[in-house]
Each structure stands twice: as C-alpha cells, then as structure tokens.
C-alpha cells in the first residue's frame, strides 16, 4: 500500500521536483489561474463572454510592433499588446455611446481589424513562425521575467477587484444602478476592462493569446455549475484553472502532448463533467440532488 | 535596276539582319531567375554572375517552411525564364504556386543527385505512427553539407549552360571557381571543427537542420523539436533534452535564426549550459554576419566550435 503510495506520489509530484522549468509553468498556471479565474467570471456575469476573446485577438498587432521593435523582448511585446488592446476597448466603447451599436458589434468589428492588422504587421516584416510563438504561447518557456509579470498582474488584479469588486458585482446584476451613479459606472467598466486587458496580456506571455482565453473562460463557464455567490463561483473558477494547468502539464510529460492545448482541453474536460454533473443545472447532477431529495 | 527595286533590295535585307539580331539581342539580357529562398539565390548568382538576374521568393531570415505566397510571387514566378528549387519537400508550396503562376519553363531541382538522409529517429514520434515517420521524413536540408552544395553548383552550372549556349565558357570558368572556393570552405570547416575533441562535439539546437552537417563533419546533433518549426514541443521532449544535456554534459545549445529562442535558453539553463550564439541553416542573414552561402558555413563551423569549447 505505501509503496504505491510513493509510486503515486512521484508520478503527481516527480517531475516538479526534478525539472526546474515544470516548476515554473506550474507557478505560472498557479498566477494564472488566480486573477484569470475571477476575471472570467465577471466577463460571463456582465454577458460579455466573448470579448475576452475579441480583446485576445486585439494583443496581436501591439505585440507584432513590440517584436518589430524588439524582438522576442517581453516588456517590449507586453506593452505594445496592453496598448494595442486597451485602444480595441476604447474605440469599442467610445462607439457604444456615441452611436446606437451595441458593444459586442463594436468588439467584433475592432478586433477583427486588430487582428489583421497583427498578422499584416507580422508577416510583412518577418516569418510566420513568430506568429505561432504568439497565438500559442509556450508555457514550458516561462523564464524569471516572464514569471515576474504573470505574478505582478495576477498580485495586482486582485488587489484592484477587492477594491471595485462591489460596484461591478452590482452592475452584473443591476445595470440601473450604477447608471444612476453617473459616470462612475463608466469608470468602473473601464477599469474593469483594463483588468481584463493586463490578465491577457499575462496569459499570452505563459499560453499565447488563443490558449490564454481558454484557462480564462472554461473555468469560468464551468463554475457556473458548482457555486451559486460569485465568490463561490471565482474560487471555484481560479481552482479549476489551476488544476487545469496542473494536469496539463503532467499529460505534457507524461503522455507527450503539447502543453498549451493540453492545459486547454483539461479544462474543456471540466467544463463538459459540468455540465452533466454540476451541481446547479447540470444535466444530470441536478435531477440527481433533487431525487436524493426527494428519498431524503 | 531602278531605284525603288534597289531601295526595298535594301529595306528588306535591313529588316532580315533586324530579325537575325533580335534573337542575340534577347540572349544578352540576363537570364531571369527565380529561386525558392536565399541560399539558392546566393548559389545561382554565384555561378551565374552577370548572365543572370536571380531573385528568391524566401528572403534572408525568412522560413521556407511555413511561407505563404503573396501574388507578387506568383507574379515573378509567371515572369521567369528559369525557376530554381531545392526539392526534397523542402518546399511544399513549390508546386502549387509554379500552377497557378502558369509557370511552363523549366524547373531546376538543385539537389538532384544528392543522397538524401532521414530526419533523427528520435523525433520521428513527433510525426505520427511509425510506418507514417518512416514515409516522407527525408531530410531536404541537403545544403548544410558542402560535398552536397558541390552537387548544386554542378546542378546550376548544367541548367545555366542549357539555358544560355552562348556565354556556357564564362559559367563553366565562374561554376569551377566556386566549387574550388566550396572545396576550400570544407576544409576550414573540417579543420576548425577538428579543434574540438571528438567526445565535446556534441550540440543541441533548437531545429535539426543540421543533419547533413552533422554527418558530414562529425558532429552529434541533439533538438528539442522535430523537423519542422510547426510543432510545439511537448515537456516530455523538453524534460528529455534536459536529461540528456546533464548525462552527456553537452554543454552548447545553439538558438536558430527561425525558432523560439526562450524555449533554448530555458533548456540550455536548466541542463548547465550555455547558449551559444546564432546558427543560420534555412536562410541567410539579413546582415552581413551570413549573408552568403560561404560566409554561412564559416560563421556556423566557427560558433559551433568556439561554444562547445568554451567548457
């Protein structure tokens, strides 16, 4: 029994202590998961579920010029992808309240110019291999500075949620209120897409952009089924992700698969045993609960 | 004989030596060559000199594999009197662009007549099943040993002559002269290279391009990814890469003008390495570091030694 105690004990935890670089992604996804987890939460709360996405595809031509620029420099493509995003955010609200589109029109139509704007940028000044580099990210990379800046912007994402955490609770809910507040709502938004801009920005430093969104939103969506407060749901959430990344990585060493997709498809896994048994309008778990219920 | 009879006599012997010149004049103007990407431009331009106008469709620094033809390529592919290919699937997308520029001249396989090796079998799991790596994993980085580029220069030099008879003598001398310079490179390279104790010539690079170099000059080559740049690299490969550095103390990893370097650095870091510096294998640089097929062979033989002398 102990000895394959042990046995299970190296295979879950062996390649951690005997790689370096495994340490490092799993410290990443760990950062990742924390203020991606959240995040994804408000965005499925405010019904904005795909602008995480939208706003993903708009890091690409800020990080296109960082790289021109730079190279393969992390502060360079960081800030030229915040930069690039949050104008995506803005051109999108400014046409929200400057004409009668709503916002998910103007994100499709901003990011959709951003995206090719990226691939235009990229491939007119150097190969397409780059671009790989950053739709897909790769985890197994992540050197000091990169880990750095993951924490940093995980560190500082929560710390600024506690603090607006409220008002944008409420404004999930009751969309009125804050309106009532005055131009405080807007501020709130903006500040909350700002958030969402850097957690990105993060994500594609460890995942790339696509792979990003996915420990983002699938966590997010799956959360759903398990936790009712939102709370509940961004713990819920920031665990999954974690254990998402987690395994991932292990199916990485373990079976060679590409990590990225990996610690995607783990927590597409999740989402779909979620979705039938999830506790809270899961196909099956609640019919389950309410026929235990119902014995009770 | 009147004066009109004797001025169309005139007019029309005019016009006889008009058409027999047009001819000549056509065979002056270079020939239009379009190679696939920058090594073979380099190689054409070479032994064409003056009797040629090469451009490539993969520039310096670019890759070859993963190239997408804009319509201006098709365009100079559908303009040319001579198109230059590597073969040996290096360019996949060769054939298509060659159709729909309705290209119908000749295509010159530049290593025609080379033997072509297999990619390591170390990466073949990255493709597939087994019977799918043995199929179609030929190595088409042929260039990378200077025996090889001696073929290509044969190649060209053939297909050159074919196309322009009339100035064959000034290609033939230009074709010897750079076989003998190629000669010359493959002796610096064997000699530097020859510096290292055999048990330190051992390397890892972030693509393995270097297939044919390794065989040709005695060099173990290891890489954390497969043949092509496409595939991501899983951490079962990385952690293997690792492994292998600490058990055979290979202590140079080199970082390809064309691949994610942070992924070689981490790897080089972590196995008690150092990275090495810049090695050019699928294009030349942009600078004047390798900027030539020549000056390619001598930067990469005087890096790769440096480095895994530097213990």
């Known amino acids: 029994m102990s000895v394959s105690m042990t046995g299970m004990f190296d295979l879950a935890v062996g390649p951690f202590i005997e790689f370096g670089f495994m340490r490092r992604a799993l410290v990443a996804c760990l950062a990742l998961a924390l203020c991606s987890g959240p995040m994804g939460v408000l965005l499925v709360l405010r019904r904005m579920s795909l602008v995480g996405d939208a706003m993903a595809h708009a890091l690409l031509p800020g990080a296109a010029v960082g790289f021109m620029f730079a190279g393969f420099s ?115 938004h903006l500040l909350f897409l700002g958030l969402l801009v850097a957690t990105l920005v993060s994500g594609f430093q460890a995942l790339g952009t696509l792979m990003g969104v996915g420990l983002m939103m699938l966590p997010a969506v799956s959360a759903r089924f398990w936790a009712r407060s939102v709370g509940g749901m961004a713990s819920v959430a920031a665990l999954m992700a974690f254990v998402s990344g987690y395994a991932g990585l292990l199916g990485s060493y373990y079976a060679d698969l590409p990590s990225g997709p990996a610690i995607v498809l783990v927590a597409g896994g999740f989402y779909l045993f979620s979705l039938v048994l999830g506790r809270h309008e899961g196909i099956l778990g609640s019919r389950m609960r309410r026929h235990l219920h119902k014995e009770s | 004989m009147n004066m009109p009879v004797r001025f169309l006599l005139r007019l029309g012997a005019a016009l006889l030596a008009c058409f027999c010149l047009l001819p000549a004049r056509a065979a002056d103007a270079p020939l239009k060559v379009v190679a696939s990407f ?22 310096p620094d670019g890759d070859a594999h993963v190239f997408e033809p804009r319509p201006a390529d098709a365009r100079r592919v559908a303009g040319a009197d001579l198109v230059v290919v590597n073969g040996l699937d290096f360019e996949g997308w060769m054939t298509r662009l060659i159709r729909s520029a309705g290209y119908r001249g000749k295509v010159v396989v530049a290593s025609r007549g080379v033997t072509p ?102 060099l173990e080559l290891l890489s954390p990814q497969g043949r092509s740049t496409e595939s991501e690299a899983s951490a079962a490969d990385v952690a293997r890469l690792i492994r292998q550095m600490k058990a055979h103390q290979v202590r140079a990893v080199f970082v390809e003008n064309i691949s994610n370097p942070r992924m070689v650095e981490r790897i080089a870091r972590e196995g008690g390495g150092v990275v090495g510096g810049r090695l050019y294998s699928d294009a030349l640089s942009a600078d004047p570091v390798a900027d030539s097929y020549l000056k390619m062979f001598r930067h990469n033989a005087t890096v790769l030694a440096g480095a895994m002398l530097a213990r």
């Open chain 2, 117 to 218: 090796r297999r990619m390591a079998e170390a990466h073949d799991h990255a493709h597939g099943p087994a019977g799918q790596a043995a199929h179609g994993s030929v190595d088409p980085h042929a260039w990378q040993d200077l025996a090889n580029g001696m073929v290509y220069v044969e190649n060209l030099r053939a297909a050159l002559v074919e196309a322009r008879p009339a100035q064959a003598g000034a290609i033939n001398a230009r074709a010897a002269a750079y076989a003998a310079q190629l000669r010359e490179m493959d002796a610096f390279v064997r000699e530097t290279l020859a510096r290292v104790p055999l048990a330190q010539r051992r390397v890892i690079t972030s693509h393995d391009a270097f297939g044919y170099f390794g065989a040709a000059y005695g």
């Open chain 1, 74 to 188: 992390l502060g360079a493509m960081s800030a030229g992808s915040f930069v690039a995003a949050m104008l995506v955010a803005l051109g999108a609200g400014a046409v929200v309240r400057l004409t009668p589109q709503r916002e998910d029109a103007s994100f499709a139509a901003f990011y959709l110019i951003a995206l090719a704007a990226g691939v235009m940028i990229i491939s007119l000044h150097g190969s397409s291999v780059d671009l790989m580099h950053v739709l897909f990210g790769a985890i197994l990379a992540v050197d000091d500075a990169a880990l750095l800046l993951v924490a940093c912007v995980a560190s500082v994402v929560l710390a600024v949620l506690a603090l607006i955490y409220r008002p944008l609770v409420v404004e999930c809910c009751d969309p009125e209120f804050l309106r009532a507040l005055g131009g405080r709502g807007g501020l709130y």
């Open chain 2, 38 to 59: 920058s090594i073979l431009a380099d190689m054409v331009r070479a032994v064409g000199g003056d009797a040629v106008s090469v451009s490539m469709l993969v520039g």
